[in-house]
């Protein structure tokens, strides 16, 4: 790994993004990756038409249950039947609005993408199975993919979104999504984990492992943020120099958390990344940037044993 001053990325044309594009471009765009990789436009009608059968095997019975204890409980029971049966009613509603809109706006991102990777001359995969990367997200679950991969062909930044499945109690299946940014680092950095706190809901998927046997460290950016750092006690004064409080601040303009591992960065998002918007775009590359000047600035020489493994 070069101990050199690693170059900072250049700013991206991102007017791909946002200028109008054609419709019938668009279609035959998704056309030619359905042809050629059997990639689909859209949503999946199979998906759809399941989402919503378990929405009314749920709901109706239970509106015609309540019903019925209607007739001998009150009315109390038959203004719960009318709710539940009016939710059922507004829920199969949002799915087919929800799926309708993934349905249009699928292709155009994956469009999109394709020509904004053109322009900057990176490289666009729309769809990558078992994506090869170190870290605790990427051996989580099964079925394994990333969508919408950016890369830059020297490998200095790979930008995408990320799913996995999990099966739990009776075989209930759940599907985490999650946005990335990788990236090698220019000098040797020791292994840790910054958990971010922020806009995270009680039954979100975490970074951290329950099974981590690192010692976590409570860390609050200058504008409230809460995080926990997890690394080796050996490492801790300069993982602690490496996520300052500028950095800390950084994180969490798009409640991010960090991961080191095997010589690369790791920026994840527990939701998918905005890739069409050239904000976001904008903060990956302010803050890949920022990570690789303070692990220059810790100034650690470099040896044959240059990362540090957790």
């Not at 904004?116 to 079925?143: I, K, V």
């Not at 999504?177 to 998927?205: Q, S």
């Not at 920026?267 to 050239?278: M, V, Y």
Request: hydrophobic fraction near 40%.
């Amino acid at each position: 790994m070069s101990s050199s001053s690693p170059k900072r990325l250049a700013p991206l044309d991102d007017r791909s993004l946002t200028e109008h594009v054609a419709r019938s471009s668009v279609t035959a765009h998704a056309r030619r990756l359905e042809q050629e990789l059997g990639i689909r436009g859209g949503v999946s009608r199979v998906g759809v038409g399941c989402a919503m059968t378990i929405a009314v095997l749920l709901g109706f019975p239970t509106a015609v249950l309540f019903g019925l204890l209607s007739l001998e409980h009150g009315a109390g029971w038959a203004i719960a039947a009318a709710v539940i049966l009016l939710a059922t009613i507004a829920l199969c509603g949002w799915i087919v609005i929800a799926a309708s809109r993934y349905h249009r706006r699928a292709p155009e991102l994956r469009y999109r993408l394709g020509r904004f990777a053109e322009d900057n001359r990176l490289e666009y995969t729309p769809s990558l199975g078992e994506p090869a990367h170190p870290g605790q997200l990427f051996s989580r679950g099964g079925e394994r993919e990333a969508q919408d991969v950016v890369r830059w062909p020297d490998g200095r930044l790979e930008v995408g979104n990320y799913r996995y499945v999990t099966v739990g109690y009776r075989g209930t299946r759940s599907v985490w999504e999650w946005g990335y940014a990788t990236a090698p680092l220019a000098h040797p950095v020791p292994a840790l984990l910054l958990d971010g706190k922020r806009n995270k809901g009680l039954f979100d998927d975490r970074i951290a492992s329950a099974f981590d046997a690192r010692t976590p460290t409570r860390l609050e950016s200058p504008d409230g943020g809460r995080f926990e750092l997890w690394t080796w006690q050996r490492d801790a004064d300069a993982a602690r120099r490496l996520v300052d409080d500028q950095l800390l601040s950084q994180l969490g303009l798009r409640s991010a958390d960090l991961e080191i591992v095997d010589g690369r960065v790791f920026l994840f998002s527990n939701r998918p990344l905005s890739t069409a918007d050239p904000g976001t775009w904008a903060w990956i590359i302010e803050t890949m940037d920022l990570i690789q000047a303070r692990a220059a600035a810790l100034g650690r020489p470099t040896t044959g044993e240059d990362v540090t493994r957790a």
